[in-house]
């Protein structure tokens, strides 16, 4: 990159970002509790009954002595972590800014409330979207649609097929906003772009710290 | 609409498919590289024929077969099946196979047995995965990525558009297909050009293009230059693909032309053909008698919007088929749905949704569908490509 | 060339000599003759008179390569001589001088005459006066005989050398009678000089000279200075292959030192270093500011008074219009960094900045025995910088400050001068003194939250002016009672509170500014007094509970917070600070340490980040045992009490070594009994094994700090007053007893009767977690309270292991003796490996039994601790063999195999993988090639327990060793089938593996063919319900994007 469009960009602190608050308390189980069930997984005795018991409702064919090691993380009855915008913005909030050494996060380029994500009802069957809107540095930004590529790219490589990705510039944030737009989300011409070497290899800095 | 067949054609995304006019062959394209050949037979299996590879350094876009010319009967040459890619990497290349030696021994105990069986004999020796497919051109000269070729009607003329915002019309021997020279160069778009498609009884082509417009180029016959037809505007956005409606189906004077947007529409638009441009071929000869002064008759064609046919895609709709068995219209796209259209028999601007069928290829999007024949030449089967890699046949009847 | 060696006669080596082509200076030939010839005379041989005679005709000769050779023979002869040898006679040398002198019109000989001179001038018998030796060479290096211009560069250094020679030897006589006549030839010699080397000495010379002679005369000085002066700045690289390897510092420093050699200079010297001031290139200006630097430091004071307005004049605008504002930080505790000039390149901006602040407190420092000097420039820099003073919207407001801060910190008067003006209403008064805060000319320029903070800053700058001064001089009352600083410490202390009280929570910056500042203050010698000190630390306290108290849950990394936590470590030295901590904010953070508090988990982070010395530890302890005391803190489903428990621990493990040294035995006396009754007697019932566990944990730490002479105590009085003396009953308080049988010093006499905790567990009982407790504790016993055990005993055990409860009970025993390598011990491991005989024994999971580490059974060490095991009051208290895993290892290892091999009984997959996941993978890394077969063979297997094991070992080996290399068309598809199916650790762990092998070092070009596969086969991942494992696939799809060849 030449000499950079904006100079000085207004920049946020890395600990400003939004991030997952994390409720689930398996991950903050106090040491002891994880102590506990080691402790019980070593018991042989009980393992004749306990085996029975978990041959029926045992999906990945639990074998003999399994399921007490299993205890720990058998977590396949928790609730699904579905895809959420908060695990979008994990995925494009490192992208490096092509001409900035920042993150497309911090330079706020990207934002938790601009991704919407709407989940199809049957995974097998319905097609989720993900709409994203970009906010460039400044309006004239030459570079809003390599920054757009990038985040494309970076979200076909991370998403499951499902879904149909959306990447719009924020209303009002750039000069030409519909030609952007209309590149961004042409699925020919994004396919052809990630085949240019030297598009590909300034994409791949950008990624660099996924 | 019941899946017949899914070939797991390729590693990537597949981007385009073909069918042959007269062969029970079908052709593939993919983001792997590779354009593949299959052979359609009724009896539910579709062998691969051959793998076209190794000529190109990108994506191959677009897949194409040349029209036959002649028919089948023995005696008369036979049309070897061409095929014409066309790639991201700015090269289009054409591939053929050579005259196989069966066919002369047919030749020899030919006697008394009937064309029909014969016809199928011919048939099967050239849809054998024994013959070898070669690379009999490689055309370069666009100077950007190639989004699609076509041939025209009588396999002399190859038309290819690009992301250079230009169509080029390359001429051959159809025959020989010795070499392919550049006869005409259109410019006129302001953006790309994301796909042609020919007239299929008269050198008459649809240009659809990024810039929302589609724009219809004629060439008289026994004129050297083409002519901008008309421009078709009305959709608002993209449009990704348009098709002729296939001339043995229209009795009438009328041309009709299929399109798909990204505006989720699907368009059919129709010119009134006034005087002779609309004359097929055999009344050519008079158009060749008649002063240049009242020739350029295409000026006098008005072309307009007929109907919008009743929508139902979620997204960018990338592909339209018309067709030529019964006249039924199929469109997809990135919403994997494959729907086919139905005309009213009692008024043709009157179209109803046939069959919707969700999910083609999963929650993949379907890039591509044409219509087909079986070898048993009765069953018209949609064969639908998507970026799963798959090649998708579906019996429609 | 050993020829000559032999021969002694002097003749002959002067032939040789002068016969030698070409002789480049000490060429071993050359110099071998010269040595000999040497001797010949020290051992008297021959006379010197002999020796010339010898040289005679050759040293007339007409041919100049002749007559050279001979001076150099000559020369190098007898410059060899020891240079106190009597062998050269007073009379010699004068003879020798003269003789010398003569042939300076010899072109050819010069350099051999110069070299033989300097060596005769340092010979004990030159004498200065005798024959005018000295005014003689002189003379001759004088204008009409020496022409430098005409030598090479390697004759004119000997040129200097004779010089610097005479003026170290003979400076007395010199300085007496021809200083005059030395230096004209000095400038005579130094005119012109371009050579590096010899500009080295010149420059010595002339700060000699300057030096040494007190009364030059003007004109002389003046040619001094151009001789050096004219080489400034000097710009020189070395050339690649200098043999002298001169560098460009020395050539620096040596000029600077030449030009700060003689205040004389300062007339001529000054004007052009300003006017060279005005050059672009920073790294000249910062070479000119050194430069006056020394100056300044080694000019006489008189020339300093005379000067000293120019130079401001000169400097001041590097800093008050420099574009670059300085990284000088009000927060730190020097104004101008100790080693600035090195740690700065030569063209950095900033350093110019520091020079020019420098500069100032050097002019200062001059001036310190001079109170009118000293007077006037204050007087001059503060009426300069009043202007800019006026309103702190002046650029140049923080330079302005920082100069006056930096002046401040030399010495009590400029200090007391300065912070009276800096005081003053018009500067800082106006803002600060309640008196005037109302007054008219303040309301023209209200402050604005931005106008704080810079004000704040500057305050700090003043802070550590008075912080250094104080550091440097021992301040006596008058002072610090009357500066201006002290005298205005009320207004300050409540205008700095009253901002930090009032300013909303959102100026977040400005708040912590103030709380270093006023950090600062408490920091400051003499400064505040102890009810200020309370003042600050309770407007902390005000500010850290209101951020708590505010509705947000992440007001744990609030900066504000941060910022009085950081400030509160910086005063963990002042005990009064530390106690009045204590006793304000505490008890009020404590007060937010109940269950129905949302985020008390933070509280107690807080908490245990506040402890930065033991008093903190130990009231802290006291206050958090006392919660554990009443009932309600275990209550309920609510992890409140354990949290406690376990951020106590943290507390202890994760104390520096300082503290860990403090003797626990107050505590063992103290709060444990309080401890123990409220655990064990009350509360126990109602409390979960984690928390009885973490209980345990804590009390296990706290007897491991106790020293090893209260154990015997310790272990007595716990038994009788909280466990009983036997086993009759299964009792939860077995948790907590385990955790001290196993931390006890093993030497304690205590001699439990095991067979009754035997006959314990052979009665069923419901609960299965108190009867693994008490296996604990029979293996305990087995390790370290039997004398040994009989091996029928073992016999009888192993007789019956056909029943499950049986191979428990035997596993248990088993762990406890090999963890001491008892010999029975490790006999009947091999015993059982045998067992595996039959297809789904049990026995198979007794290996993870028996080589599982569980806190009990490891000797536990202290992270922070230095000598990382290193038993605290040489506490022993397990009998762990350092190497019994991998002893134990290499036995049973070959017998797995083999029973593999030969049975295919899964049985011993199943006991491998439980060894092996128990083991530091340097254990098993030499037997990799027989391991990963059966790793292989596991992972195909449907067992997930195997599978798991297998994964995890798969995934060190990946990690560690290239085995797998061969084995990739395996191992890729069933890792990648795995990442689809399986439970959730199972996916996690294959993908694990999948990411470190293409992640690690493993040879990519190999790993290449599988990229598009895996890629693909990647996709549904990506979909997977656990977001970490969706993670993991991005991160290892985003690798294979990357990955190329």
């Known amino acids: ?210 | 609409m019941n899946l017949i067949a899914s070939i797991a054609a390729h590693k990537d995304k597949c981007w385009s498919v073909a069918s042959h006019q007269s062969l029970p062959l079908l052709a593939t394209s993919s983001t792997d590289k590779t354009s593949k050949i299959y052979k359609l037979l009724a009896k539910q299996h579709f062998p691969q024929v051959a793998v076209l590879e190794d000529a190109h350094k990108r994506s191959i876009r677009s897949v194409a077969f040349q029209p036959p010319v002649n028919g089948l009967q023995t005696g008369e040459p036979v049309d070897l099946p061409v095929v014409a890619n066309g790639s991201f990497d700015l090269n289009i290349s054409v591939w053929g196979i050579d005259e196989p030696e069966e066919l002369d021994e047919l030749e020899s105990d030919k006697l008394d047995d009937s064309d029909d069986s014969n016809v199928q004999a011919v048939k099967d020796i050239l849809c054998s995965s024994n013959n070898e497919w070669m690379l009999m051109a490689l055309i370069e000269g666009h100077e950007n990525e190639v989004k699609a070729v076509a041939w025209n009607h009588t396999g002399q003329y190859l038309a290819s558009c690009s992301r250079d915002k230009t169509v080029w019309i390359w001429e051959t021997d159809p025959q020989t297909l010795d070499e392919f020279e550049c006869v005409a160069v259109f410019n006129d778009h302001d953006q790309d050009v994301k796909h042609v498609s020919w007239c299929d009884n008269r050198n008459m082509l649809a240009l659809s293009s990024y810039d929302d417009t589609i724009r219809v180029y004629v060439k008289e016959d026994g004129e050297d230059d083409w002519d901008c037809a008309t421009i078709l505007n009305g959709h608002t956005g993209t449009v990704w693909c348009s098709q002729f409606e296939p001339s043995q189906r229209s009795d009438t004077d009328k041309i009709r032309l299929v399109s798909c947007s990204d505006d989720l529409s699907v368009r059919i638009w129709s010119s009134s053909a006034a005087g002779s441009s609309s004359s097929a071929p055999a009344t050519a000869a008079t158009a060749e008698r008649l002063p240049s002064s009242i020739k350029h008759t295409h000026d006098d064609q008005i072309w307009e919007l007929e109907t919008i046919l009743p929508a139902v895609h979620q997204y960018s709709i990338y592909s339209v088929a018309w067709s030529p068995y019964s006249g039924r219209i199929v469109s997809s796209g990135a919403d994997g749905k494959i729907v086919v259209y139905k005309q009213d028999s009692s008024d043709d601007r009157q179209w109803t949704i046939e069959q919707v069928k969700e999910n083609g290829h999963g929650i993949n999007e379907i890039n591509c569908v044409t219509w087909s024949i079986l070898d048993d030449g009765t069953t018209e089967v949609i064969v639908s490509a998507g970026d799963d890699g798959m090649v998708n046949i579906w019996n429609s009847s | 060339m050993s020829e000559p060696l032999e021969v002694h006669d002097p003749a002959t080596l002067i032939h040789q000599f002068i016969a030698l082509t070409t002789i480049e200076d000490g060429s071993n030939t050359a110099n071998e003759f010269t040595l000999i010839l040497g001797e010949l005379i020290t051992e008297g041989k021959m006379s010197l008179l002999e020796f010339i005679q010898l040289l005679g005709p050759t040293l007339t000769s007409d041919k100049d390569s002749v007559r050279s050779k001979a001076v150099h023979c000559l020369s190098s002869t007898l410059t060899n001589l020891e240079p106190n040898t009597a062998t050269i006679t007073m009379k010699d040398v004068n003879v020798l001088i003269d003789f010398l002198l003569s042939k300076f019109d010899d072109n050819p000989s010069l350099q051999y005459c110069l070299r033989l001179i300097d060596s005769l001038i340092v010979s004990k018998n030159f004498k200065p006066s005798a024959n005018d030796n000295l005014q003689k060479i002189l003379q001759r290096l004088n204008k009409q005989y020496y022409t430098p211009r005409s030598h090479l560069a390697k004759v004119r250094y000997y040129a200097f050398k004779v010089l610097q020679s005479l003026l170290l030897n003979h400076k007395d006589y010199i300085t007496i009678n021809h200083y005059q006549l030395f230096t004209e030839t000095f400038i005579h010699v130094a005119t012109g000089e371009k050579d590096p080397r010899n500009l080295l000495i010149s420059f010595q010379l002339n700060s000699m000279i300057n030096k040494s002679f007190s009364q030059l005369d003007p004109t002389l000085v003046e040619q001094l200075f151009d001789v050096c002066f004219c080489y400034f700045p000097i710009t020189f690289t070395p050339p690649p292959n200098d043999p002298y390897g001169i560098t460009s510092e020395q050539l620096k420093t040596g000029l600077r030192n030449a030009i700060a050699s003689q205040s004389l200079y300062a007339k001529d010297l000054f004007p052009s270093l300003f006017e060279k001031l005005t050059s672009t290139n920073p790294t000249i200006r910062n070479d000119v500011l050194i430069t006056l630097l020394e100056c300044i430091e080694s000019y006489s004071q008189e020339t300093i008074v005379q000067y000293w307005l120019s130079i401001w004049n000169a400097v001041k605008f590097e800093i008050l219009h420099n574009e670059v504002t300085t990284q000088l930080k009000p927060n730190e505790d020097y104004l101008i960094p100790p080693n600035y000039i090195t740690q700065y390149g030569d063209d950095s901006e900033e350093k110019t900045l520091l020079l020019v602040l420098d500069l100032f407190t050097k002019i200062l420092d001059k001036f310190e025995d001079n109170y009118d000097a000293l007077k006037s420039y204050l007087d001059i820099v503060i009426t300069e910088l009043t202007p800019k003073l006026k309103g702190l919207k002046e650029k140049s407001y923080k330079h302005s400050i920082i100069i006056l801060s930096v002046l401040a910190s030399c010495n009590e008067s400029s200090f007391l001068t300065i912070s009276k003006f800096l005081f003053s209403t018009d500067i800082w008064g106006k803002y600060i003194d309640n008196e005037t805060i109302t007054t008219i000319e303040h309301q023209n320029e209200p402050l604005n939250t931005s106008k704080q903070r810079d004000l704040i800053d500057s305050f700090g700058y003043m802070f550590i002016a008075y912080d250094i001064l104080a550091s440097n001089t021992n301040l006596d009352d008058s002072f610090t009672q009357t500066n201006s600083l002290f005298t205005h410490k009320d207004h300050l202390l409540i205008f700095m509170g009253q901002l930090l009280q009032s300013s909303s929570l959102l100026e977040k910056t400005l708040k912590c500014k103030l709380i270093q500042q006023l950090t600062k203050l408490i920091r400051l010698p003499e400064y505040l007094n102890p009810r200020e000190d309370l003042l600050v630390i309770t407007y902390f306290n005000d500010n850290l509970i209101s951020t708590i108290d505010q509705e947000k849950t992440s007001w744990d990394t609030d900066i504000v917070l941060r910022e009085i936590v950081l400030n509160m470590k910086k005063l963990s030295n002042n005990d009064v600070i530390i106690s009045m901590f204590i006793e304000q904010c505490l008890p009020n953070i404590l007060n937010h340490l109940t269950a129905d508090f949302p985020s008390y988990p933070k509280i107690l982070n807080l908490l245990s980040e506040l402890v930065f010395n033991y008093r903190m530890l130990e009231t802290l302890s006291i206050r958090l045992l006392g919660r554990l005391t009443d009932a309600s803190t275990f209550a309920g489903e609510s992890q409140f009490g354990k949290l406690i428990i376990d951020t106590l621990v943290k507390l202890i493990i994760n104390s520096p070594e300082s503290i860990l040294k403090v003797n626990f035995e107050s505590w063992y006396k103290n709060f444990i009994p309080r401890f123990l009754t409220s655990i064990v007697n009350h509360n126990i019932d109602s409390m979960d094994y984690g928390t009885i566990e973490a209980c345990g944990e804590f009390l296990g730490l706290v007897i491991r700090l106790t020293h090893k002479l209260k154990h015997q105590f310790i272990i007595n009085d716990y038994m009788t007053r909280y466990h009983g003396t036997s086993f009759e009953s299964m009792n939860k308080a077995i948790i907590i007893s385990n955790r001290v049988l196993s931390n006890i010093d093993k030497s304690v006499d205590y001699s439990p009767d095991y067979t009754s905790i035997i006959g314990l567990l052979q009665q069923r009982n419901g609960d299965e977690y108190l009867r693994l407790s008490y296996l604990q504790t029979l293996a305990i016993i087995m390790n370290k309270f039997t004398k040994g055990i009989d091996e029928e005993y073992l016999e009888e055990l192993y007789g019956n292991l056909t029943l499950i409860k049986q191979v428990e009970l035997f596993a248990w025993v088993i762990k406890g003796l090999v963890m001491k390598l008892d010999p029975l011990g490790v006999k009947f491991l091999l015993k059982l490996v045998t067992k595996l005989k039959e297809e789904s024994s049990p026995v198979a999971k007794a290996f993870n039994i028996i080589y599982i580490d569980l806190p009990n059974f490891i000797p536990f060490h202290f992270p922070n601790y230095s000598n990382g095991s290193g038993p605290i009051n040489d506490v022993r208290n397990l009998n762990v063999k350092p190497l019994y895993k991998q002893f134990t290892f290499e036995q049973i290892l070959p017998e797995l195999i083999e029973g593999y091999t030969s049975t295919r009984n899964t049985t011993y997959l199943v006991a491998l993988s439980l060894v092996l996941n128990n083991l530091p993978s340097s254990i098993y890394q030499p037997h990799l090639k027989q391991i990963l077969p059966l790793i292989m063979n596991s992972l195909v297997l449907n067992s997930p327990m195997l599978i798991k094991a297998s994964l995890m070992t798969l995934e060190m080996i990946i990690a560690e060793d290239s085995l797998v290399m061969d084995q990739l068309d395996t191992i890729v598809p069933r890792l990648l089938s795995l990442s689809l199916s399986g439970s959730a650790e199972t996916r996690t762990l294959s993908l694990k593996c999948i990411y470190n092998l293409f992640n690690g070092f493993q040879p990519r070009e190999k790993l290449f063919k599988y990229k598009q596969q895996t890629l693909t086969q990647l996709i549904p991942v990506l979909d997977d319900r656990k977001r970490h494992i969706r993670k993991i696939a991005c991160d290892i799809r985003q690798e294979l994007y990357e990955m190329d060849v």
Do not use: W
């Not at chain 1, 689930?24 to 306990?50: F, M, Q």
């Not at chain 1, 319905?126 to 979200?155: F, N, Y």
């Open chain 1, 1 to 210: 990159m030449s000499d950079p469009i904006n100079a000085n960009p207004t920049v946020l602190d890395v600990s400003e970002l939004p991030k997952r608050q994390d409720t689930s308390t398996k991950n903050s189980a106090s040491p002891h509790d994880k102590l506990v069930e080691t402790i019980l997984g070593l018991s042989l005795d009980s393992d004749s009954e306990a085996d029975e018991a978990s041959k029926d409702d045992d999906i990945d064919n639990d074998g003999e002595l399994g399921n007490k090691l299993e205890y720990k993380y058998d977590d396949d009855d928790d609730e699904d972590e579905d895809i959420d915008s908060q695990e979008i913005f994990d995925l494009i909030a490192t992208i490096n800014d092509p001409e900035h050494p920042l993150t497309l996060a911090q330079l706020a380029v990207v934002n938790l409330s601009d991704i919407t994500v709407t989940q199809g009802a049957d995974k097998t069957k319905d097609l989720s979207e993900v709409l994203i809107k970009i906010t460039p540095t400044i309006t004239h930004c030459s570079l809003a649609t390599l920054i757009g590529l990038g985040i494309r790219v970076r979200l076909e490589r991370c998403l499951p097929p499902r879904f149909r990705i959306r990447i719009l510039i924020k209303e009002g944030t750039h000069q030409s906003e519909n030609q952007v737009n209309k590149q961004l989300n042409d699925k020919e011409r994004v396919a052809a772009a990630c085949e240019n070497e030297q598009l590909l290899s300034v994409i791949l800095q950008m990624l660099a710290n996924c």
